[in-house]
């Protein structure tokens, strides 16, 4: 199915890349790629690609990302971050809002435990941010398809879903974002622990992170609904939540929070985080139909078909982006300007 393909990443425009960069660095516990691109050493989070910025815009987003970590390393991860040049913008209970430099937000969760799932020693190895999420390192890929079957077989006969995630330093299980709630993921989590601790791993929660996207918005059923179409997510059915996520859990979820419709200024200032979805070659067109039949509108395609900038019904914007025929381009450029070619969506 070649609508299911597609990677999510986030762009940040800055005025002073090296300067936000360690920030970013120190908040989402990545990896440098290049001059520009920050990665998750596991490849399972999105990339943050760092983009010059042509014009001041000061305002604050009506895009940030949580960060979740495990709550007992939250506290030195928040330190971290002021470290690299952040500061706190909000402080609560259960999070803390840092900023940037040049003031580009960042959620850091939990502050606090939100089950007592690590507590007990037969679930010690698991964490809950967002979703309950346990992490063991494998000496071999081998080892690691070894533990990922006996997962696979322990969540079947319980009858609940576990995402499975298999990289070449370990294995990550993880219930998604709010799915181990149900009173029977304490037996499944105590099995799987069994399981693990029994041939011999043991776990690393430090290797834990989730990361989503909010987006302020006046009208959220509106904007919801192009996100969910653009990106091909489902709406998350319970009351009072709206989250859409993605139904294979291979990328990571978008939330909406209310904004005042009288913040005429925010709502004006384009802003300096926007997500780039990359889809295969023949999907593009589909996908952008899709945002244009749910309030979107193009803003730029002057790439294309390398790309295209889709803003949302209040002005957030998606590139869409594909990679058939880009190195051919880019190539073709370099040789008619003999400079450095670019590697992202603008």
Known sequence: D???????????DALDKPLVMPFWRAALGYEPMGDDDLVDAMRRDPAIWFQQMDVVRALRNRVHLDVGV??????????????????EAFAADYYVTLADAEDNEVDIVPLTAESDLADAPETADWRVLFG?????????????????GAVAELADKAGMGLL??????????????DQWVDEPFGDLARQVQ??????????????LRFVQIGIDAVDIPAVRSFWRAVLGYELDPRPGVTDIYDPRRLNRPLFFQPMSADDEARRQQRNRIHVDVFVPNDQAAARIDAALATGGRVVYDAEAPEWWTVADPEGNEVDIAVSVGREEIWLAAQEATSQPHSDRSE
């Open 194 to 207: 069994a399981a693990a601790r029994g041939m011999g791993l043991t776990a690393d929660p430090s290797r």
């Open 70 to 87: 495990p709550h007992d390393l939250a506290h030195e991860r928040v330190a971290a971050v002021k470290a690299a040049g952040g500061r």
């Open 164 to 177: 499975v995630d298999l990289r070449a330093e370990g294995v990550t299980i993880d219930t998604g974002k």
């Open 132 to 148: 309950a999420m346990t992490y063991y390192p494998t000496a071999t890929y081998g080892q690691a398809a070894e533990l990922a």
């Open 2 to 12: 070649p609508s299911a393909v597609q990677a999510v990443q986030v762009t940040i």
